[in-house]
């Protein structure tokens, strides 16, 4: 599915002629015996969930629709030259302040965060890359100076013929140069999207002191030379689909580098491409310095008297001709979407320590020699001013700049900058964009949870995120360490409701019992209220009506089996259970401890939850295409568990995490047999949320490579799970009844509450199509029409921006003989969809 900027298109449907089944070969190893008139259970309307948390730019960067990314110049400068390097993640910083020329890569460093024993890529540098946007090479010497001066990692080296480059493990197609760690190879590496190891020579080097190494380029021949040899150590001829033109970037494999005199040779000709820029050229690392030729100018990050946060950038104008600022191009640089007419509003807070001063704010092409929309403050104010503009394009562009600028002597200091779309391109008039928040509703989810690691930060404070959002102090983020609290609970619950939402969200356990209480007045209570009124004071006079909250997320998994933190958590709970229900005792409560079942202190956790919680939060591994066997195996351990602990209990189970590591029509199928596991146990479920909701394309920074819905600046489409969820969502009956199965088949049936529509959810995880009879008892008088949908692709198939329709739901008609029993041909790989109905009484 492909949602453009100002709207959204339905799901591909492919609706066939009516077919005619002739009588069918009964098959005795398939088959499907469903009794119309046996109900099982109840099923939840809500179970058709998502989980949504500012991880991999889900809302900073994406959903929220501040369209300038480092907003607040928390960043530091990191003197890397962003303006000629395109960054994959990595917080690259020069090497001895600047003074070699040098640009230096330490895994984790500013980044780090500890997320806790999983099997998951967590350092979002650990396959950082730059790439040098300026040259496309095809022959020549490349050479280059590294050193490693740390012990652990893999490799590190340069990348050759670079294209498609993105973020990510292998996100890229080209060729790779690396030396070990160890110091004892040299490796020749081929990435399409993958690794291929091409070649490799023995050396030994001491990976710690500067080496040099030379790559030679003549058509098809690569040629790795060290130091100032002679003779190769590596000679490859590629002759299979070679890559033979590129860009040149440097690259790391878990392990802390940096890099010098990095050189492109072609005949007689050497060009240096600097990796850093100017001591005095301080710019907050998600912008970049503009600088004439003739002027001279000054850049600093000042940490006294910052409008907001801690820090802001100061422009120093000191003589020359030309224009000296700054720029932004999103999130990750990855440009700022226009549209021709397009207005977008935006909003600085300025001070000049130099008198009067005209600055000049801008939108403009990546170069900067087009120049779609400007706009003129005459700033005198020595105190901070927000001053507000408009901004219309004149032009489209995918990949626009914002800057901002001087063009005479002067000082300005600058922070807090914003930049939103108008109109259409907003989601109902909120700070969201419009193509994202359309593409969730038309997944069809019946259920949003906005949580996750996030919430364990220790900034993450529900005062923080309410009022102006220019004045909303950024925080040190769990995934981001310079987070924005410009989208927060209270922007996500306005999104809820314009979407017609249910919805819960989960507050940091550590908050304290009188904010907690002053959240739930502020977000249900009464404008007579001292906190309902704030809240109408922000705009928003009628209440939330907040139905869930959950208390921490994933309390005690950090440290493992932990006594004391399970012990943490009931004491953390309990307090906030009674501020939250002080001033709202219908608010239902979830609780977080980490689901243990052998573990004796998750016994303790329900005993002394159990009749205040009201559910407990499970969090499954969803990757597999056959999970849901495995998490219906959970879900009855648990409600076993709940009776023999106590038999009478009340609470249940939400699966607020479908976790993973994919995004294909492998996790599509773990996501169908999880929602068939999930309605085996009616309402014991909630719901269950798939993770993540979104994810911006090529720009992922860990390892939850799991996103249902990605997104450009220009374009928002679905993944195969997303097909999944929206199928099974428009096809929700609310009873289970009893089907039989023999067979491989994962197979549940239900039935609409009149007992005139029967509905089957099938998925077939092998590799062969399944042929397989369908028997229906208590169903008579059925039409003679069964309709279908079905999702079927190899395991690894998954949309992307070119083809965003390739995996797709296909929707048929079949007209059935009056023969009771069906045959059916279920595809390998697929979930398949069949509903039947009973004629209309005349």
């Known amino acids: 599915m492909l949602f ?42 809500t179970i058709y969930g998502t989980c949504i948390e500012d991880v991999n730019h889900e809302i900073y960067g994406g959903f929220y629709a501040q369209q300038l990314f480092g907003e607040s110049f928390e960043e530091p400068s990191s003197g890397a030259n962003y303006k000629d390097w395109n960054k994959y993640t990595g917080y690259w910083a020069a090497e001895t302040a600047y003074s070699d020329g040098g640009l230096t890569l330490i895994p984790g460093r500013g980044t780090k965060r500890y997320i806790g024993k999983i099997d998951i890529g967590v350092e979002p540098d650990d396959h950082a890359r730059l790439v040098y946007g300026p040259l496309t090479i095809s022959n020549g010497t490349v050479s280059f100076e590294l050193r490693m001066p740390e012990p652990d990692g893999a490799s590190a080296g340069v990348l050759l013929r670079v294209s498609n480059a993105g973020t990510g493990e292998n996100s890229l197609r080209g060729y790779g140069v690396s030396l070990s760690r160890n110091g004892r190879q040299l490796l020749l590496t081929k990435h399409n999207n993958n690794y291929t190891l091409l070649a490799q020579g023995a050396v030994a080097v001491n990976p710690a002191a500067w080496n040099r190494i030379r790559v030679r380029l003549e058509g098809t021949l690569i040629q790795v030379f060290l130091g100032e040899a002679k003779q190769p150590l590596i000679s490859y001829e590629d002759k ?13 494999a878990r392990t802390a580098v940096a890099f010098r005199q990095v050189q492109l040779t072609d005949g007689s000709k050497t060009v240096s491409l600097p990796l850093v820029n100017e001591p005095y050229q301080q710019v907050s690392d998600h912008w970049d310095m503009i600088r004439d030729d003739d002027v001279r100018a000054a850049f600093a990050l000042s940490q006294e008297n910052a409008y907001n946060g801690v820090t802001a950038q100061k422009i120093t104008f000191s003589g020359g001709k030309g224009r000296a600022g700054i720029a932004n191009r999103g999130l990750n640089r990855w440009g700022i979407a226009l549209q021709k007419g397009q207005r977008l509003n935006g909003a600085v807070w300025l001070r000049t320590e130099s008198g009067l001063v005209n600055v000049t704010v801008a939108l403009e092409d990546l170069s900067g020699t087009k120049t779609y ?7 005198e104010e020595k105190d901070w001013t927000k001053f507000d503009f408009p901004l219309t394009a004149n032009a489209a562009d995918s990949i626009a700049r914002f800057v901002l600028y001087i063009s005479e002597k002067g000082r300005i200091a600058v922070d807090q900058v914003s930049l939103f779309p108008t109109g259409e391109q907003l989601f109902k008039g909120l700070p969201l964009r419009a193509d994202i928040g359309n593409a969730i509703v038309g997944e069809q989810i019946s259920f949003i949870r906005y949580a996750g690691s996030m919430v364990n ?20 983020g769990h995934w981001n360490k310079y987070a924005t609290n410009g989208f927060g609970i209270e922007e996500f619950l306005q999104f809820c409701e314009a979407a017609h939402l249910p919805a819960a969200f989960a507050i940091n356990i550590e908050e304290t019992a009188q904010d907690v209480s002053d959240m739930v007045e502020y977000l249900n209570g ?27 997320n994933e309390e005690a998994l950090f440290r493992g089996d932990n006594k004391e933190d399970y012990e943490h958590y009931i004491e ?41 919680a009201d559910y407990w939060d499970f969090h499954p591994w969803a990757d597999g295409k056959d999970a849901g066997l495995d998490i219906d195996k959970e879900l009855t351990r648990m409600q076993e568990l709940f009776r023999k602990w106590d038999p009478h209990t009340s609470m249940k189970c939400v699966i607020f995490e479908e976790n993973g590591a994919l995004h294909n029509m492998q996790r599509a199928l773990g996501h ?92 077939n995880t092998a590799d062969q199509a399944a042929t ?51 045959q059916y041909t279920f595809p390998a790989f697929s979930y398949t969809i069949l509903r039947l109905t009973k004629k209309t009484r005349k």
């Open 526 to 552: 009464d404008v007579s209220t001292t906190w309902g009124k704030k809240r109408a004071d922000n705009g928003h006079p009628a209440p939330y009506n907040v139905k869930y909250i959950e208390i921490g």
């Open 373 to 379: 929309a400007s706009h003129t403050i005459s700033l």
């Open 457 to 476: 930060a220790a900034g993450y404070r529900f005062k923080e995120m309410i009022g102006p959002r220019d004045q909303r102090p950024p925080y040190t």
């Open 772 to 822: 397989t009879v369908l028997e229906l008892s208590n169903f008579g008088n059925r039409n003679n029409r069964m309709d279908t949908w079905t999702l079927a692709a190899p395991l690894a198939a998954e949309n992307l921006p070119e083809a965003p329709g390739q995996v797709n739901v296909q929707q048929s008609a079949i007209k059935l003989s009056a023969a009771p029993g069906i």
């Open 4 to 45: 453009r900027r100002s709207h959204v298109l339905p799901a591909a449907v492919c609706l066939a002629p009516l077919l005619f089944l002739c009588q069918p070969s009964f098959s005795q190893d398939n088959r499907i015996v469903v009794n119309a008139g046996q109900t099982m259970n109840r099923i939840p309307s």
């Open 672 to 763: 169908a047999t999880t929602l068939n596991a999930v309605r085996k146990h009616g309402d014991f479920l909630l719901t269950s949320c798939p993770a993540n909701a979104l994810q911006p394309y090529h720009q992922n920074d860990n390892g939850w490579d799991q996103g249902q819905i990605f997104f450009t600046p220009t374009t928002v489409w679905g993944m195969p799970p997303y097909y999944a969820q929206r199928m099974a969502a428009l096809n929700h009956l609310p009873l289970r009844v009893k089907e039989t199965v023999t067979g491989a088949l994962n197979v549940t049936a239900t039935i609409s509450e009149q007992k005139d529509t029967l509905v089957l959810h099938i998925v």
């Open 240 to 252: 299979q689909a070679p890559y033979l033109t590129g860009k040149i970037g440097l690259t790391t």
């Open 572 to 612: 953390r709970f309990n307090a906030l259970y009674t501020a939250i229900h002080s001033k709202d005792p219908g608010i239902k409560l979830i609780q977080a401890a980490w689901w243990r079942p052998e573990s004796k202190h998750v016994e303790t956790v329900f005993k002394a939850l159990n009749g205040k």
